[in-house]
């Protein structure tokens, strides 16, 4: 988790939200690694987990993720989430929960819905404190009132 931290950090000095995710297989070892990159690109599917889970699969040339854990600072949004139980991962870590859109515990429960072709254990609230203080102070710093 805290390399997700360092690369949310980045993230944030990038002018991105500051969320952070890192993907490691079954032995520990990092696959991707990535901030948020939606400013950068333009693109809107660029969160960090979407990013990680698209760098994982391609630089194993398999879709299935099923021996990775992917920890990511904040609780993911229903797209981070989708592409998470699609790509059949093994567990998700997550530091802060998102009230608003989280898609894992908060607003909602994906892995364990019913149309949810593949179930995950989740792990939440893993340096919270530190994770949520990172998106508050950012938000407060790059956002008007």
Partial sequence: MQKAIALAKVA?????IPVGAVIVDGKNQCLAQSGNRKEKTQDPTAH???LVIRAASQMR???HL???TLYVTLEPCPMCAGAMI?????????GADDPKA???RSMANFPDAPF????????????????RQL???WFQHNCRP
């Fill in 116 to 131: 949810s072709n593949h179930s995950f254990p989740v792990l939440g609230g893993i340096a919270a404190m530190e994770c």
């Fill in 12 to 16: 944030g000095q990038s002018g991105e």
């Fill in 102 to 104: 989280g898609a894992l």
């Fill in 61 to 63: 040339q398999d879709w």
């Fill in 48 to 50: 960090a987990e979407m």
């Fill in 66 to 68: 099923q021996d990775c």
């Fill in 135 to 137: 998106l508050q102070n």
């Fill in 86 to 94: 699609h790509s059949r991962l093994k567990q998700v870590v997550y």
